[in-house]
C-alpha cells in the first residue's frame, strides 16, 4: 500500500544537539507537510510544500528548518534542539485536488 | 490567520449513546472542514469533512453539520461504540492558490464509550 513513513520513530537528544526527522512517501502527492502534536494543543503546522522548488512557514516555524530533496521526501531539521521541542512530530502529505492529509506515523521526539 | 476552537475537550458516553463535539472557527473565507480521529498510539485518520456549500454531510453512524453564518460545525456520532473512544480533532481551511490546504486543528476531543 502507499504509505508515508516517517523515521527515526523515536528519539531521545540532548539540549543543542541537531536532529534531522526524514519523511519519504510512495502516494505520489505533491504536497508535504510537517505538523507537530503536543498535549491539549491538537496538531500544529510547522513548515509546507507544494513541491520541490516550494517551501512555506506555518504557525510555529521559529527553531526549525526543512529541506524538500525530491518529490518524495521532506526533511525536517532542529539545528539546536530545546526542551520545549519536545513533541510528537507528523509529516503528512495531501494532493491538490482533494483536501485530505495522509499521515505517517509519527516522530517522538524527547530532548533532555 | 485562522482560529480554531474546539468544545469539550473530554467527552465520555455510556456505550450507544450519542455523543457531540463542537467547533468554531474564525475565518469567514474558510471553506473545507475535515474531522479526524486518532487512536491511541497511531496516527490521525480523516473520517468525514464538509465544504461550504453543503449544511451536512452523513456516514453511517456519523454526521457533520456546517452554519457558516455563525462560523461553527459539529460532529455528530449516533449509537456509540467502544472502538468509537479516540482523540478526534476539528480543522478549518481555505483553498490555498495552486491547491492544497493549509488546515488549522483544533485542540481535540477525547472520547470515551464506556461499556
Known amino acids: 500500500d502507499a504509505d508515508v513513513t516517517q523515521t527515526p520513530r523515536n528519539r531521545i537528544t540532548k539540549t543543542g544537539k541537531r536532529i534531522m526527522l526524514e519523511c519519504s512517501q510512495t502516494k505520489g502527492h505533491d504536497r508535504m507537510y510537517w505538523y507537530r502534536q503536543d498535549p491539549g494543543l491538537g496538531l500544529r503546522l510547522i513548515y509546507y510544500s507544494f513541491d520541490v522548488k516550494d517551501i512555506n512557514k506555518g504557525e510555529i516555524s521559529d527553531g526549525y528548518s526543512v529541506s524538500r530533496q525530491a518529490q518524495a521526501k521532506f526533511s525536517l531539521s532542529l539545528e539546536s534542539a530545546i526542551p520545549n521541542q519536545t513533541a510528537l512530530y507528523f509529516c503528512?502529505?495531501?494532493?491538490?485536488?482533494?483536501?485530505?492529509?495522509?499521515f505517517g506515523e509519527g516522530s517522538r521526539l524527547t530532548v533532555l | 490567520g485562522e482560529n480554531v476552537e474546539q468544545h469539550p475537550s473530554t467527552l465520555s458516553v455510556q456505550e450507544g449513546d450519542s455523543a457531540v463535539i463542537k467547533c468554531t472557527y474564525s475565518d469567514s473565507a474558510s471553506n473545507y472542514f475535515p474531522w479526524y480521529k486518532q487512536e491511541l498510539g497511531k496516527r490521525p485518520q480523516l473520517i468525514i469533512d464538509?465544504?461550504?456549500?453543503?449544511g451536512e454531510k452523513k456516514d453511517q453512524r456519523i454526521a457533520v453539520t456546517l452554519n457558516k453564518t455563525a462560523k461553527h460545525f459539529s460532529l455528530h456520532i449516533t449509537e456509540t461504540q467502544p472502538e468509537d473512544s479516540a482523540v478526534y480533532f476539528c480543522a478549518a481551511s481555505k483553498r490555498l492558490t495552486g491547491g492544497g490546504n493549509k488546515l488549522t486543528f483544533g485542540t481535540g476531543t477525547q472520547l470515551k464509550v464506556e461499556l
Open positions: 503528512a502529505t495531501s494532493d491538490p485536488t482533494a483536501g485530505e492529509l495522509f
Open positions: 464538509i465544504r461550504s456549500n453543503v
